[in-house]
């Protein structure tokens, strides 16, 4: 009777150290997928800082020495990272202009989200106008016009510029109006030559003045109420 109890015993006990052993494998796995899990989030930050870095840089040595004359080892060196890290994040000296263009865009919030998108169509529009008139007269936007002007006819950065900025922008502002037509906001019969009309309206004399070195015509709170009066010629000429 001894003899058994013992047996069953150290079955049990057997059990139980598998069992233990099993626990403790599986409490590693989620210790190790955990500590990557913090560690993937400790370098994103760092890799899309990197990102960041490459791209400002970028940016000013377009402006300053055009885009035919800036290398993807300049740009490294001028960002303090290796040539192979600008070229882990950009394939090619076309990618980096283009993210930088779509990168100060995006600083002007110029992309409708849902939260505009639920303004009222005449708030939205003088909202777009007062952005895309503070980005077109913002010194980074200037360089990078003269940049195109120079080089036009010798490069592609006119074609790169144009399609991640005016044609985005115009794209994206062409988007917004179909659906303000199909919602019966607006009475729009072409869209596309709508959003080039908005567009061209605040593409202003100012622009022009500091794209030639002059003084503006009119200083940032003159540029806002100008662009405010686009936005609402606008809505009055294609209001349902």
Same mark, same amino acid.
């Given at each position: 009777?001894?003899? $058994?109890?013992?047996?069953?015993? /150290? @079955? ?24 990557? &899990? ?5 370098? #994103? ?39 192979? @890290?600008?070229?882990?994040?950009? %394939? ?5 202009? &283009? +993210? ?12 409708? $989200?849902? &939260? ?6 005449? !708030? ?5 106008? @007062?952005?895309?008139? +503070?980005?077109? @007269? ?7 016009? #003269? ?8 490069? !592609?950065?006119?074609?790169?510029? /144009? ?20 919602? %019966? ?33 009119? $200083?940032?709170? !003159?540029?806002?109420?100008?662009? &405010? ?12």
């Amino acid at each position: 009777m001894g003899s $058994n109890i013992d047996k069953l015993y /150290w @079955t049990v006990q057997s059990i139980l150290d598998k069992l233990a052993l099993q626990f403790g494998n599986i409490t590693a796995a989620i210790h190790r997928k955990a500590g990557n &899990t913090v560690q993937e989030k400790r370098v #994103r930050p760092k890799s899309e800082e990197k990102r960041s870095q490459i791209i400002d840089a970028a940016g000013i040595l377009f402006v300053v020495n055009g885009f035919e004359k800036v290398s993807m080892e300049e740009i490294a060196k001028s960002a303090g990272v290796s040539k192979q @890290t600008v070229y882990s994040h950009f %394939g090619n000296k076309q990618q980096l202009f &283009t +993210a930088a263009i779509d990168c100060k865009c995006d600083e002007y919030d110029l992309a409708p $989200n849902k &939260t505009q998108q639920a303004m009222h169509c005449e !708030e939205y529009l003088i909202f777009f106008a @007062t952005h895309l008139c +503070a980005l077109l @007269t913002s010194d980074d936007a200037i360089g990078v016009f #003269r940049v195109c002007v120079a080089e036009a006819g010798r490069s !592609e950065v006119g074609e790169l510029f /144009w399609q991640a900025g005016p044609g985005k922008i115009r794209a994206q502002l062409a988007g917004y109006l179909t659906e303000q037509v199909k919602l %019966g906001t607006l009475l729009i019969d072409d869209i596309d030559t709508a959003a080039g009309q908005l567009i061209s309206m605040i593409v202003c004399e100012s622009q022009f003045r500091s794209v030639l070195g002059l003084q503006k015509s009119k $200083n940032d709170i !003159e540029l806002k109420e100008y662009a &405010t009066q686009c936005a609402r010629l606008f809505y009055k000429g294609y209001r349902a």
